[in-house]
């Protein structure tokens, strides 16, 4: 249903519009409408284009539903596999599980649950409940 609007605007710019209006065959009302619609759609599909972008910016193991799939190099992984056994060199968990498989096959469990696990204290907790 089409409603009736009073608008209010400087004279120059009634003059711009009368004139768009006539080169496109148009009333001045359906000029109005349609350039706004046109407006409209551009601004919202700027904001959906630039929403996009924002999202492909963002790399997919930031987002939640990929936690299974961290972007880590082996180089990388090497060094936070070294650094986790350094801070964790005193922990029970780290311990018992270097007793019960050696430190190679520890370092290598560490590993495999680095590229699985997003979450450290999960990893750990998962390693716990199995040597128990």
Request: hydrophobic share 30%.
């Amino acid at each position: 249903m089409s409603k009736t609007v009073t608008l209010r605007i400087n004279e120059n710019l009634y003059d711009k519009l009368k004139e768009h209006a006539k080169n496109e065959n148009r009333t001045l009302s359906n000029f109005i409408e349609t350039a706004t619609l046109r407006y409209i759609e551009q601004i919202e599909f700027e904001a959906d284009d630039e929403m996009e972008e924002i999202n492909n910016d963002i790399p997919s193991w930031v987002d939640s539903k990929n936690d299974k799939k961290v972007p880590y190099t082996e180089e990388e992984l090497n060094c936070l596999v070294e650094n986790y056994i350094n801070d964790w060199q005193d922990l029970p968990v780290w311990n018992n599980l270097v007793n019960k498989v050696g430190k190679e096959k520890a370092k290598s469990i560490l590993k495999e649950g680095l590229k699985n696990h997003s979450n450290i204290d999960c990893l750990l907790s998962e390693i716990n409940d199995n040597l128990n």
